[in-house]
């Protein structure tokens, strides 16, 4: 069974750093690019970041850019996003998404994680 | 950055009903365009890719058409199970942007 499971998410104060996990399991995790959307509460869906299979292209919302860092390591299967200079407005519900066919554009979000919640707060 | 416009914002309809969203892109996506089904508290669902395909395991009373800025997607015979939040997204470019969502209520 496909799964992926983010972990990482916690309460932490504006300007601080937190790491999100994303443990990939069923598939071959280094065939396909990556993503994290996330969900703000009660608002809508937005695309934050991507990465290609191998790690080397990395693409960025203009909101966290500068800020938060995608990155992968193929041998364990697992998607990191760091997010640096937090904000109020990065509190969040972060999912980590799979796509159907394996790249960044010119695909769709087969599979979800369950997400994990950033609340940035003082 | 292109921006995704979805219309309604909400809509209510009975158990039964055929409904429809669209969705409209600010330039030519050509047919990159997916839907996705949102449940409060759970992760979104895709139900169609690339404009038209149904996504393995989605339901055909869901259908979607539509290609360059204008999309739309059909429930033909709405099941209580398929009251939720309905978001269209385009892959075309980066940023992936998102339309602000459709929620469908109960009547």
């Known amino acids: 069974e496909v799964q992926l499971l983010e972990s990482g998410g916690d309460l932490i104060q504006p300007g601080g750093s937190l790491r999100l996990s994303c443990a990939a399991s069923g598939f071959t995790f280094s065939s396909y690019a990556m993503t994290w959307v996330r969900q703000a509460p009660g608002k809508g869906l937005e695309w934050v970041s991507a990465i290609g299979s191998s790690g080397g292209s990395t693409y960025y919302a203009d909101s966290v850019k500068g800020r938060f860092t995608i990155s992968r390591d193929n041998s364990k299967s697992t998607l990191y996003l760091q997010m640096n200079s937090l904000r109020a407005e990065d509190t969040a519900v972060y999912y980590c998404a799979k796509p159907n066919f394996g790249g960044v554009k010119y695909d769709s979000f087969e599979i979800w994680g369950q997400g994990t919640m950033v609340t940035v707060s003082s | 950055d292109i921006q995704m416009t979805q219309s309604p914002s909400s809509l209510s309809a009975s158990v039964g009903d055929r409904v429809t969203i669209t969705c409209r892109a600010g330039q030519t996506i050509t047919s990159y365009l997916n839907w996705y089904q949102q449940k409060p508290g759970k992760a979104p669902k895709v139900l169609i890719y690339?404009?038209?395909n149904l996504q393995s395991g989605v339901p055909s009373r869901f259908s979607g058409s539509g290609s360059g800025t204008d999309f739309t997607l059909t429930i033909s015979g709405l099941q209580p199970e398929d009251f939720a939040t309905y978001y269209c997204q385009q892959s075309y470019d980066t940023p992936i942007t998102f339309g602000q969502g459709t929620r469908l209520e109960i009547k």
């Open positions: 690339a404009a038209s």
